[in-house]
């Protein structure tokens, strides 16, 4: 038994150098990676999305429990636990609409209550009693550790101090022999589907980020418009184009403060045409003018996407020039 324990301890030793190995390529590939993703987190987790998670787990605890012993499992001893920490969730989720500097820390609390309530189900499964229920439960938070943290080496750090533990547990025969070892197993397989996941959001988020430079720090202005003409979207460079800031410019405000004598409405679309150039005069918030040059593309049968340069210095030159031979003449 010893020998078989040791070689499997071997093997599990050589998974993790490979896998060790592939880590450090993937984020040697992607140098910006542990930036991106706190980034990436920072970016999409909003605070919505942590109240959601405190409500399903409420409902998911409470839930997972009544279905096991309706299955016929045994009654376990945490089971009233399970019940207070399933209120507590639901309690924070409440108290969360109510104040705000719980909303403000709820990621913080989030995270704390994942880890707690993960070490408690394995200890509860190495010390009090080995149900299989407990060890899926386990396997489960690992699997979703990715969407605990806010930076990948937090996410890294959790996952290798889990793993440390549970091997600790599992050669010392804290837990069941063949079970231990397949959730050992099961662990490195989750951990590397989740840098393969990595890696793939990191990608997707560069090519993010670069659109996002070009379109809002570019020297275009780049508007979106539906039928109506109103505006869905403008770029963030309108603020040192023309002055305003993008939530000044939404709907149909954009054409009421630049001033623009040719807007027509619908009716612009009843002789659209593709990729056409004209100029506008917009009036800029400071109240002097500048001429924009406009390339329109349909983006769909209701969005249109207008790309605006500014040529207004360029016009100017034109008008000198055209003064200087004039007056030669």
Known sequence: MWQSQKTQAIFL???IITLTYF????????????????????????????????????????????????????????????????????????????FPTI???????????????????????AFLYQEAILLLGIQIFILFSYNNFDKFKHFVIFNIATFLI?????????????????????????????????????KAFDRFIFSNEVVNHGTSLVIATNQKGEVLYCSENIQSILGYEPHEV???????????KEFIGEAYHLNFQDNRLYTRKLKCKDGSYKIIQWKDKKFNNNITVGIGLDITEQKSLENRYQNLIENAK
Do not use: C
């Not at 429990?65 to 989720?93: C, T």
């Not at 909303?103 to 499964?125: A, D």
């Not at 050669?171 to 990595?198: D, M, T």
């Open 250 to 260: 939404m709907k149909l405000k954009f054409w009421h403060l630049t001033k623009d």
């Open 166 to 202: 549970f091997f600790f547990l599992w050669f010392n025969q804290y837990v069941p022999y063949k079970e231990g070892f397949l959730y050992l197993i099961s662990q490195l397989a989750i951990f590397s589907i989740n840098l393969a996941r990595h890696d793939s959001i990191i």
């Open 13 to 15: 030793f050589l998974l």
């Open 103 to 125: 909303l403000k820390n709820l990621p913080h609390i989030f995270r704390f209550t994942f880890i707690s309530y993960f070490f408690f189900l394995t200890f509860s499964y």
């Open 23 to 98: 880590t450090w390529k993937l984020v040697r590939r992607n140098k910006n990676a542990l930036y991106l993703s706190q980034n990436l987190k920072d970016t999409f987790i909003s605070f919505d999305t942590y109240q959601n998670y405190f409500l399903l787990g409420a409902i998911g605890v409470f839930l997972t429990d009544i279905i096991i012993r309706l299955a016929g499992y045994e009654f376990s001893p945490n089971q009233y636990f399970k019940y207070g920490f399933s209120f507590f969730l639901f309690l924070i989720w409440a108290l969360s609409f109510l």
